[in-house]
């Protein structure tokens, strides 16, 4: 099973990005997926998560701003990140607990998200 995250880059203040997460392989059922992030020198974070019933749950500094989204047809997650500043500036990985059957926690490889002041 691999999650491939893509759609990060280099952004100005204020501006949008979407990220876009898809897991492939032998996946038979993907119970939750979210988006993390890591900024230098400091510990990975929720950002936003959603579960297969549509249960989503946004980190307060986001709310408002991004907005998570799933294709569960596609194994495809995407997160619509709208009026960015520069403290978004991080790595953003996702994240996927899913079966093969075996339920397992999986991880993209990350996508750079650079916001400029």
């Known amino acids: 099973v691999q999650l491939q995250a893509s759609g990060g880059g280099l952004v100005q203040t204020g501006g949008s990005l979407r990220l876009s997460c898809t897991a492939s392989g032998s996946v038979l059922r993907i119970a939750n997926m979210g988006w993390y992030r890591q900024a230098p020198g400091k510990q990975r974070e929720l950002v936003a998560r959603?579960?297969?019933?549509?249960?989503?749950n946004y980190a307060d500094y986001v709310k408002g701003r991004f907005t998570i989204s799933r294709d569960n047809a596609m194994n495809t997650m995407h997160l619509q990140m709208n009026s960015l500043k520069p403290e978004d500036t991080a790595v953003y990985y996702c994240?996927?607990?899913?079966?093969?059957?075996?339920?397992?926690?999986?991880w993209g490889q990350g996508t750079l998200v650079t916001v400029s002041s």
């Open positions: 959603m579960t297969s019933d549509g249960t989503i």
């Open positions: 994240n996927a607990y899913l079966s093969t059957p075996t339920y397992q926690n999986y």
